[in-house]
């Protein structure tokens, strides 16, 4: 299976201040025949459900600020938020799909 | 309006078997691949199954296969999760999602979740 490893595990932020989020695979996640990268980012904010922010890599998801921004390839990428804001807050996961099981990291706290 | 509700979640026994439900609405659900995640008491994120749009691909984590058993019915726009041999450690929020599967693939729609206790 395809080990994600995200860091740091928590976050202390101050709203206003940027943050960056790391998440390696322990294979690469990029699919030859096709070009796409199956990484994608998730946040989950307190009792809800998980909501895409990036797919494939860099492509923010519908309604997701453009102070969210993805990046990486081969088996390293990064989520950066350029200035956290209060609704921010919340558990971050990267996960990869380019092979079954699918498998998450192990979330990163992002908190005040 | 676009969505996914689970439902089917509840209090069993050890070797017990649910059967979890999840409708969706405003989406043309048989066209889309789905899926279903977990979520353990304070723990993070686990994929447990995903099923093709026309069920002729089915998926487990190991962590449940040979126990619990994906379906879908594509005529009532009702995806299923029959669980069976339930162990302590299947106790947790279980999430129906949509894999967008067109030309990019990601989970874009997840429901609110239901609640499996095993104890």
């Known amino acids: 299976d395809i080990v994600m490893t995200q860091t740091p595990l928590y976050l202390p932020v101050t709203p206003g201040e940027p943050a960056s989020i790391s998440c390696r695979s322990s294979q690469r996640l990029l699919d030859n025949d096709d070009g796409h990268t199956f990484l994608d980012w998730f946040l989950q904010k307190p009792g809800q459900s998980p909501q895409l922010l990036i797919y494939?890599?860099?492509y923010r998801a519908s309604g997701v600020p453009d102070r969210f921004s993805g990046s990486g390839s081969g088996t390293n990428f990064t989520l950066k938020i350029s200035r956290v804001e209060a609704e921010d807050f919340g558990v971050y996961y990267c996960i990869q799909h380019i092979e079954f099981p699918h498998t998450f990291g192990q979330g990163t706290t992002l908190e005040i | 309006e676009l969505g996914l509700v689970e439902s089917g979640g509840s209090l069993v026994q050890p070797g017990g078997s649910l059967r979890l439900s999840c409708a969706a609405s405003g989406f043309t659900f048989n066209r889309f691949n789905m899926n279903w995640v977990r979520q353990g008491p304070g723990k993070g994120l686990e994929w447990i199954s995903s099923?093709?749009?026309?069920?002729?691909?089915?998926y487990y984590a190991d962590s449940v296969k040979g126990r619990f058993t994906i379906s879908r019915d594509n005529s009532k726009r009702f995806l299923y999760l029959h669980m069976n041999s339930l162990r302590a450690e299947d106790t947790a929020v279980y999430y129906c999602a949509r894999n967008w599967n067109f030309y990019y693939y990601y989970m874009d729609v997840w429901g609110k979740g239901t609640t499996v206790t095993v104890s």
């Open positions: 099923i093709s749009a026309s069920s002729d691909s089915i």
């Open positions: 494939s890599v860099s």
